[in-house]
């Protein structure tokens, strides 16, 4: 299991409730980034918790129900494709972090948030932290329950746009993908703004 060492610190320090905060989909040419925001209490059991990208989707499913059973809160939200196309995918990532705080039903003291330079616009104590998700529990905690919601979320486009194949490589740009951008052009749900698509548009 990763360490708490993040928030025990915290804890040391008198933050009682703290919020760990990760994003997943910045990268792909097609869908929404989704993040989540997720407070651990302060002792809990998480067996094979680690960072979404190292597990397997099985760990996942089973981390994401054991997430949910131990949390004192947890704030899921999504940005979609023409959102991300407005106002690029940096600002998409800060707003829908700040957006799942915002869903959480009990305010968090202290926000630890994947990536060194990470800031959201909310009037809470917070620090970004470079590789969080595999360096703080609470942020490896987000980052799976964002991993399998999106997940699910390409799946459900995958059945709107099967000729895509959503389903396996959940709109990140792998050669299967580029080949059916190059044979379909675009769908609904591509981002316009990546380079590898705007050039098939």
Do not use: W
Not at 24 to 44: E, N, S
Not at 69 to 91: E, L
Not at 104 to 112: D, H, K, S
Not at 136 to 150: D, L
Request: aromatic share 6%; hydrophobic share 45%.
């Amino acid at each position: 299991m990763l360490s708490a060492a993040y928030e025990r610190k915290l804890i040391s320090q008198g933050f009682k409730l703290i919020a760990g905060v990760d994003e997943v989909g910045r990268g792909p040419l097609a869908g929404p980034i989704v993040a989540a925001a997720v407070i651990l209490p302060h002792k809990f059991s998480l067996p094979g918790l680690n960072d979404s990208k190292k597990l397997t989707a099985k760990a996942r499913e089973r981390l994401f129900k054991e997430i949910h059973k131990v949390a004192i809160g947890i704030g899921i939200a999504s940005v979609g494709h023409k959102m991300i196309d407005k106002i690029n995918i940096g600002q998409a990532n800060l707003l829908v972090m700040k957006l799942a705080v915002e869903k959480l039903l009990v305010l968090p003291e202290y926000l630890l948030l994947d990536g060194g330079r990470s800031r959201v616009a909310l009037r809470i104590a917070q620090i970004g932290i470079s590789g969080g998700d595999r360096k703080c529990a609470s942020i490896a905690a987000a980052s799976i329950i964002a991993k399998v919601i999106r997940d699910a979320m390409m799946m459900e486009y995958h059945e709107k746009y099967p000729r895509y194949g959503f389903a396996r490589h959940k709109g990140y740009g792998t050669a299967e993908h580029l080949k059916r951008l190059e044979q379909y052009g675009p769908c609904a749900i591509h981002r316009r703004s990546f380079a590898p698509v705007s050039s098939f548009l």
